[in-house]
Antibody, heavy 125, light 107 residues
Framework: EVQLVDSGGGLVQPGGSLRLSCAAS????????MDWVRQAPGKGLEWVGR??????????DYAASVKGRFTVSRDDAKNSLYLQMNSLKTEDTAVYYC????????????????WGQGTLVTVSS | DIQLTQSPSFLSASVGDRVTITCRTS??????LVWYQQRPGKAPKLLIY???ILQSGVPSRFSGSGSGTEFTLTLSSLQPEDFAIYHC?????????FGGGTKVEIK
């Protein structure tokens, strides 16, 4: 059974840093693109960034709102995904989810089929 | 960026009702659209991908249709466990984007 467990959230002051983790079991993260998605309180879902699978060179991509401040990485030995968040702003307050991407055929018709339970990040002074 | 507009943003319905939610995209995305269900305090759950393919284990009362820029999610007979928020997402190009969500509440 595939399971993703998010952790590392908490309260941090504006300008501070935090590292989120996503521990996987039942799946090998390096074989999938992995996304981070966030949801501000009472708001919709927002894609944050991703790391591609090893076949695509583990390249990372980011939303404009976090580019230069957030970094997605993966530890293949630990089968875990990370989101390093620096220079945090109050508008980064949200529940953060990791999600596994799968595709129906090649690189088209993709979807996020497994999600972590989410971890809450609160940026406040 | 591809913008997704869901409508309605809120709907009130009764058990047994047929419900339709629409997602319109600002660009042609072929059929690269996904629907999720999100219950309070939970992560999104995949319902439909490639606009119309039902994810394994999802009840057949859920169906999706559309291509290009207009898509629909239909629940043929609303059940108590279906009261939730529904999100559409496009996987055509980065940045991945979501609709604003549709909250389905009990009338």
């Amino acid at each position: 059974e595939v399971q993703l467990v998010d952790s590392g959230g908490g309260l941090v002051q504006p300008g501070g840093s935090l590292r989120l983790s996503c521990a996987a079991s039942g799946t090998t993260l390096r074989d999938h693109h992995m996304d981070w998605v966030r949801q501000a309180p009472g708001k919709g879902l927002e894609w944050v960034g991703r790391i591609r699978d090893t076949a695509e060179g583990s390249i990372t991509d980011y939303a404009a709102s976090v580019k230069g401040r957030f970094t997605v990485s993966r530890d293949d030995a630990k089968n875990s995904l990370y989101l390093q968040m620096n220079s945090l702003k109050t508008e980064d307050t949200a529940v953060y989810y990791c999600a596994r991407r799968s595709c129906r055929s090649g690189i088209t018709n993709c979807f996020s089929d497994y999600w972590g339970q989410g971890t809450l990040v609160t940026v406040s002074s | 960026d591809i913008q997704l507009t869901q409508s309605p943003s809120f709907l009130s319905a009764s058990v047994g009702d047929r419900v339709t939610i629409t997602c319109r995209t600002s660009q042609d995305i072929n059929n690269d659209l996904v629907w999720y269900q999100q219950r309070p305090g939970k992560a999104p759950k995949l319902l439909i991908y490639a606009a119309s393919i039902l994810q394994s284990g999802v009840p057949s009362r859920f169906s999706g249709s559309g291509s290009g820029t207009e898509f629909t999610l239909t629940l043929s007979s609303l059940q108590p466990e279906d009261f939730a928020i529904y999100h559409c997402q496009q996987f055509k190009s980065l940045p991945l984007t979501f609709g604003g969500g549709t909250k389905v509440e009990i009338k």
